[in-house]
Structure formats: structure tokens, C-alpha cells
């Protein structure tokens, strides 16, 4: 796995968020996660809801069934998947900031509750939800396989979890891990990057048999040039945003230069995008 120089605490991660809020729906949208382009003709809308649509297949969601969406952040996507799909969704996020925003699409919505809450230290009962997400949420957490550990005692038995994750190349290079990796973890707040093989081993000794770990690099790729040319435009015409970086008290200005760096990790094959699927067995005999 991937360290960085400085662990960040689930307090500095919420910061981060929390401080770059303005930002955040600015320049990725409600949603905070990739898009997923499969034909290469999507909008940016489009491929966002693709992803979320791709996960909704992976779970196999039906009316009723109640979701757990592990660090939501505003609630864009548990929405959606309430919307389409007819489920209860409960979403966890550190961030105050992010809570308020989910607030409010739950007073509109009685199948959508959010909570601020610390996963690794969740208060749910055993067996609560029929299925398990995360998108890109993992990665902030200092303790893998708790979080894995949480996943599975909070599912019922045959109750399907997915993941999307950024993941480090398999035996990554050292100028990898200097020049690519361990800032992007030091300048995002990741406790820790790991790679497919070390998600697969936390998942299965957690007890989920998992059914596979599908590479979207190439399909998700598109969303860091969109994102760098946003911030490039909005340095150009937005005042706040340049005094933003040039201000020493901004604790966290120094994402922006993880944008061009995990644009660069992908097209080098240094970090993955995945998305892990498994289940928990339906006998547990």
C-alpha cells in the first residue's frame, strides 16, 4: 500500500472537504465522483449518471431494499439511486458541509436518510442494509480492512457490496510512488492507496467472496482533463479562486496540484481505477 509522509485524521479529511466545499460542486458537481464514458460521446452529466447506473447494476437493486452509501457526500447519488430505483438509501460522510446539502434533499425524499458518522465506527446494527456501497470513500479511511470488516457485518446474508477505488499499479515503480502517488495521497487526504490485489485479500479475510475487480481507467480518464480545464478557467476569470491558492492560510490549496498529477497517474498506468463487487454468502454455515 501506498503511505503518505503525514496520516491524515478523519477530522483533517473532513476539513478538507469541508473547506473546499465551494469548490468541490463547482468543479466536479453535486455528485463528487467520476464520470464513466463507454461510448465516448456522453456529456459530463451523462457520464456521471452512467457510473452511478453501472453501480445500480452491480447490486442487482429492487424496491424496498435499503442501501447504505459509505461517505455520500452531498446525497446527488443516493438520490438518483432512490429516485430510479425505489430504495431506502442511509448516507455516512464526515463532512459537515456535505451533510447540510444531503439535509436538504432528505426533507424532500422519506427514502433518503444521512448521517454524519465515522464508518469505521458506525453505530448500525448487524445486518441492517441488503447492500453496501462506496465510490471513491475507501480511500480515505486509515483502516481497510475495518472497513471492509463493517461492510460485511453490516450486510445481510447474500447482500452485495461495491467499490469504486483508486488504486496503485501492482508493484509501482519508485519514481511512481515519489513523483505520483505518495502526493496524491499527502495532497487528498488518503490515508493510504492500495492496489487490486490488496483490496481483494481485505475483502475475502473480511468473509465476502469477490466476484471480481473490473479496471475503468480508460473510461474514466476523461473526467481529470475536464476538471483541470474547469479550474484552469475559473483561476482565469474568478478572483477567489486565485486568491485561494495564493493565500498561506488555504490548509488545503495543495489539491490543485494533484489535479494535472492523477491525470498523469492514469495515463501512465501508475493508479487504476477499479470497481471491486462481492457478496456476502447467503448460508453462513
Not at 509501482?172 to 481483494?200: D, H, K, N, Q
Not at 475475502?204 to 481529470?224: H, M, N, P, Y
Amino acid at each position: 500500500m501506498i503511505l503518505p509522509r503525514e496520516t491524515p485524521s478523519p477530522a483533517s479529511v473532513a476539513d478538507h472537504y469541508d473547506e473546499l466545499d465551494p469548490f468541490y460542486r463547482e468543479i466536479w458537481g453535486e455528485h463528487v465522483h467520476h464520470g464513466l464514458w463507454t461510448s465516448g460521446r456522453e456529456t459530463p452529466d451523462e457520464a456521471v449518471e452512467a457510473l452511478i447506473a453501472y453501480l445500480a447494476d452491480t447490486l442487482a437493486l429492487e424496491p424496498g431494499q435499503h442501501v447504505c452509501d459509505i461517505g455520500c457526500g452531498y446525497g446527488a447519488t443516493a438520490e438518483w439511486l432512490a429516485g430510479h430505483f425505489d430504495v431506502h438509501v442511509t448516507g455516512v460522510t464526515l463532512s459537515p458541509a456535505q451533510l447540510r446539502q444531503a439535509e436538504r434533499r432528505a426533507a424532500g425524499s422519506s427514502l433518503l436518510h444521512f448521517m454524519r458518522q465515522d464508518w469505521l465506527a458506525n453505530t448500525f446494527q448487524s445486518e441492517t442494509f441488503d447492500h453496501v456501497f462506496a465510490i471513491e470513500s475507501s480511500e480515505h479511511m486509515p483502516d481497510k480492512q475495518r472497513f471492509f470488516d463493517e461492510a460485511y457485518r453490516t450486510l445481510r446474508p447474500g447482500g452485495r457490496l461495491a467499490v469504486y477505488v483508486w488504486l496503485a499499479r501492482d508493484k509501482a515503480r519508485a519514481w511512481e510512488v515519489r513523483f505520483l502517488l505518495e502526493p496524491i495521497c499527502r495532497e487528498g487526504c488518503l490515508p493510504g492507496m492500495g492496489t487490486a490485489s490488496e483490496y481483494r485479500d481485505w475483502a475475502e479475510k473480511a468473509g465476502f467472496e469477490v466476484d471480481g475487480i473490473e479496471d475503468l481507467s480508460a473510461k474514466v480518464k476523461r473526467t481529470w482533463t475536464l476538471c483541470t480545464g474547469r479550474v484552469a478557467m475559473k483561476l482565469l476569470t474568478q478572483a477567489r479562486y486565485r486568491r485561494y491558492l495564493l493565500d498561506a492560510r488555504s490548509r488545503n490549496r495543495i489539491f490543485a496540484l494533484s489535479l494535472p498529477r492523477i491525470w498523469l497517474a492514469y495515463t501512465t498506468g501508475s493508479m487504476v481505477y477499479g470497481l471491486l463487487t462481492a457478496h456476502k454468502p447467503s448460508s453462513l454455515a
